[in-house]
């Protein structure tokens, strides 16, 4: 019999599920063992919204991973040497996020609460959901409400500051022995009635990707601390070397502490005292210009302690007599830390602060050995550091502000792990989860999962098509594409439907709709965020010239998926939307010269509605190729004036340079921006050069697609290919050795100053080595290196 279907899912009685934003709540379930079980002993367990489920005091578990209703996720681990002969607990807390409240966005929340444990412990033991569990609101643990949110940092989408107090807590409560007799028995959470075929809120499926690992770890240094003498030298005790910090009673002290590298972790803080202290904890990622002065948010030289300030979300901890232990249920990002600690009557002694830190345990399989004269060694560590923090359960636009999966953005991301690796797990369950947001215009949601219906952007829709071309490419999985199919072809109707009549694509209908193109600063305008980051002639001429283009190259892709599981009539029809409509944007929107941001606009005085994105796009949808094509990417990259493209499009910039033929030409100047980055000691990649908000944006990590894809030239076959393709840019770096591994194949590329390129890869394998404009196919034997003269 399914576990599923003698297992019933609990939550605490008389709770008030319409307290704002949430709460949380507490559960424990004791039982007694006369020996260890000889074998695993297998516990799974869900709860809305939010749970960390822990075994005699140890974490066994944190979850549920992040999903959508239809698709509840359960965890399911081996506890058997977290068993003791004797009195044994299970103790879980829960988080709720009210279904009245926005909460975190990227927390799903069903109608109701809830908690799911089954566990057979033994023969005849068997831990299930029923009324012998103990449960208590926790009353010390509140979330702090938007309204508390500093909207100088931007929208408040995370939602997850605390406010505890440490009087409050119920100590112990994860011990064996802890008296719950006051606490409430559990009692079911069903919305199942009699007669009538209805279902729990949840469908519950196993786990799709590992359990994050959370890694001990310890903070570099102490940069700041004022209070009392040798401060400084103190703290850097406290956190090297575990030696307590005293705090004199009545005072208060400032200390900032730093991670040479921006992450994401548990923080921990371990305190004793005779008195109640506060204890104020702001996650920074970087020092900038003070803003009390009422001036517009500013970030330059993000270590520069000395004249800068932090800013972030505060949680707040106030400790009770004796010793204490705070750490935030969920997880913070941060580069820099500031503790603000107020004692009262009696000192407080500080006995540790670290962090484990947690992210998607991805085994990176490359590894590059660039020029080190180049700098790349460096931009590569800062890409990888960024992709990294922006992989937990789901792809995440940026750890620190949003943790939200944007099909734009994710689409970029998966690309990037894919040139890192060769798991492809957390991808597989993004496709799906856009798959399954599909609404019935044919769209999908722009981000999701979603605890609620947010603004729709059409164009990123379109991501996901060659999200589905660009899996094939790197895992040859068709039945993944042959699902893929129905979505791709809604996707692609919907913007059939709104051709106009002069064969673009027109305006986006509906009031929720965002015509989102770019962080472009030409493009902010005064209205709202629905007139932000679009190209004026949208507004003003009811079309975008971008957003015809994006479709052209969707129904190109589209088309090589179709052709490539034989669906010929349906690639022939894409193809002919295609070139009819690249024959109405260059009818409509080219001079010449320049292709314009939309029609209507040809007599526009100098570079007004001109855009790198449109001659970008244009050249990577084949609206104009060849000289043509070459001429107008240099020209639009040494043409000051034109909007810029911000990060996230230099992808697509460098695709546009390399299918123009013009990519070592470019290559310094569209590189130029990380090296900036580096100069401004980030050690992640920032969002955009047209705000100053996020220092940690997965869509910035394009050079880890340019290293692979084409500095070291490797890439797997096109759609319609059966080779590995090794076309290195041997003039762009004096020397290089790189790995990776693609398909069953790992392959070494390296050349230097000899002019001596060698290939080779640990399985026989057929590859196509392009040198010189020349193609050669080339067999590798494994373990052979191939030679050959650059």
């Known amino acids: 019999m399914d576990w599923l279907d003698i297992t019933n899912w609990i939550w605490s009685p008389d709770f008030d599920d319409s307290v704002k934003p949430g709460q949380f709540v507490l559960f424990r379930k004791t039982f007694t063992l006369d020996k260890i079980p000889d074998g695993p002993v297998v516990l799974r367990v869900s709860a809305d919204t939010r749970y960390r489920c822990c075994v005699n005091t140890r974490s066994v578990s944190f979850g549920p991973c992040k999903s959508y209703t239809e698709r509840w996720f359960y965890e399911e681990v081996d506890i058997s040497l977290n068993l003791v002969v004797g009195q044994n607990v299970i103790s879980v807390q829960v988080l709720r996020f009210s279904p009245g409240a926005l909460g975190s966005f990227s927390f799903t929340a069903s109608p109701l609460p809830g908690l799911i444990v089954h566990c057979e412990v033994a023969p005849g033991l068997l831990l299930s959901g029923d009324s012998s569990w103990k449960s208590k ?32 807590v119920d100590k112990g409560w994860e011990l064996p022995d802890y008296d719950d007799s006051a606490w409430k028995h559990a009692v079911p959470s069903s919305m199942k009635a009699t007669m009538l075929p209805v279902l729990e809120p949840w469908s519950l499926n196993p786990r799709p990707i590992p359990m994050l690992p959370e890694i001990e770890s310890t903070f570099d240094t102490t940069l700041v601390a004022k209070g009392f003498g040798q401060a400084v030298e103190a703290w850097n005790e406290l956190l090297r070397n575990q030696k307590t910090v005293e705090l004199p009673a009545g005072s208060t002290f400032v200390v900032e502490v730093e991670s040479k590298v921006l992450t994401t972790g548990f923080i921990r803080l371990l305190c004793s005292g005779d008195a109640a202290a ?34 972030g979300p505060e ?26 600690i107020t004692t009262s009557e009696s000192p407080l002694r500080i006995d540790a602060f670290n962090y484990r830190a947690t992210h998607y345990p991805l085994v990176t399989t490359t590894s590059i050995e660039p020029s080190s004269s180049s700098g790349l060694k460096e931009i590569w560590d800062i890409s990888c550091n960024t992709l990294r923090n922006c992989m937990h359960e789901t792809y995440e636009d940026c750890p620190y502000y949003e943790q939200n999966q944007f099909v734009m953005d994710t689409r970029l991301m998966l690309l990037f792990t894919y040139n890192l690796s060769r798991d492809d797990r957390l991808a597989r369950k993004t496709i799906d989860e856009f798959a399954s947001s599909q609404l019935p215009n044919g769209l999908l949601q722009t981000t999701f999962p979603a605890n609620t219906r947010t603004t729709s952007i059409p164009q990123f829709s379109l991501f996901w098509v060659f999200m589905i071309e660009d899996h094939y490419q790197y895992f040859n999985d068709k039945r993944l594409v042959k699902r893929s199919l129905g979505t791709i072809d809604r996707i692609l109707n919907y913007f059939d439907a709104v051709i106009d009549h002069r064969g673009l694509v027109g305006r986006f209908p509906g009031g929720d709709v965002w015509a989102f193109v770019d962080w472009v600063g030409q493009w902010f305008r005064p209205g709202g965020m629905k007139n932000m980051c679009i190209p004026p002639t949208y507004n003003k001429h009811g079309a ?28 022939a029809e894409y193809t002919a939307r295609a070139d009819n409509l690249n024959q109405r944007i260059n009818e409509h929107c080219y001079d010449g010269m320049w292709y314009l941001d939309g029609p209507g606009v040809r007599d526009s005085p100098g570079l007004q509605d001109r855009s790198q994105h449109s001659q970008i796009f244009a050249v990577l949808s084949g609206a104009i190729a060849g000289d043509a094509a070459k001429e107008l990417i240099l020209r639009t990259f040494r043409t000051p004036g034109l909007a810029r493209a911000s990060f996230p499009m230099l992808f697509y ?13 470019l290559f310094p100047d569209l590189i130029q921006p990380w090296r900036q980055m580096l100069e401004d000691k980030l050690t992640t990649c920032k ?23 084409e500095l070291m030239g490797v890439t797997p076959p096109d759609t319609n290919a059966t080779r590995p393709r090794i076309a290195p840019r041997v003039k762009l770096l004096e020397n290089f050795k790189g790995s990776v591994v693609l398909k069953s194949a790992r392959i070494t590329v390296a050349w230097n100053e000899t002019g001596i390129l060698t290939v080779e890869s640990d399985t026989d394998t057929d590859v196509d080595v392009v040198l010189g404009g020349k193609i050669e196919n080339l067999f590798l034997k494994s373990g052979v290196a191939a030679t050959l003269r650059i």
């Not at 210009?289 to 302690?305: A, E, H, N, V």
């Not at 400790?319 to 820099?336: D, K, L, Q």
């Not at 957003?547 to 490539?564: E, G, M, P």
């Not at 910039?653 to 030409?665: L, P, Q, S, T, W």
């Open 687 to 709: 969002e955009s050069d047209a705000m100053h908000r996020s220092d940690c944006h997965g869509w910035s990590a394009t050079p880890i697609y340019e290293v692979i894809g």
């Open 315 to 340: 949680d707040t901890y106030t400790t009770h007599p004796g010793s204490n232990t705070y750490e935030p249920f969920w997880f913070r990002t941060f580069r820099y830390i500031r503790l603000t």
């Open 278 to 311: 506060t204890i104020n904890i702001v996650c920074a990622e970087a020092y900038e210009r003070d803003m009390s002065t009422g001036l517009p948010r500013q970030k330059t030289i993000r270590s520069d302690y000395e004249n800068g300030t932090l800013y």
């Open 137 to 168: 609101t926790d009353a010390s643990r509140k979330i702090v409400p938007r309204s508390e949110w500093n909207f100088a940092l931007g929208p408040a989408f995370l939602g997850l500051s605390e406010r505890v107090d440490g009087r409050l």
């Open 653 to 665: 910039a460098f695709r546009a340079a390399a299918k123009a033929g013009v990519y070592d030409e």
């Open 544 to 571: 975008a010239t971008y957003n015809s283009l994006i479709y052209v190259i969707a129904l190109h892709s589209a088309a090589r998926i179709c052709a490539l599981v034989g669906r010929k009539d349906t690639a």
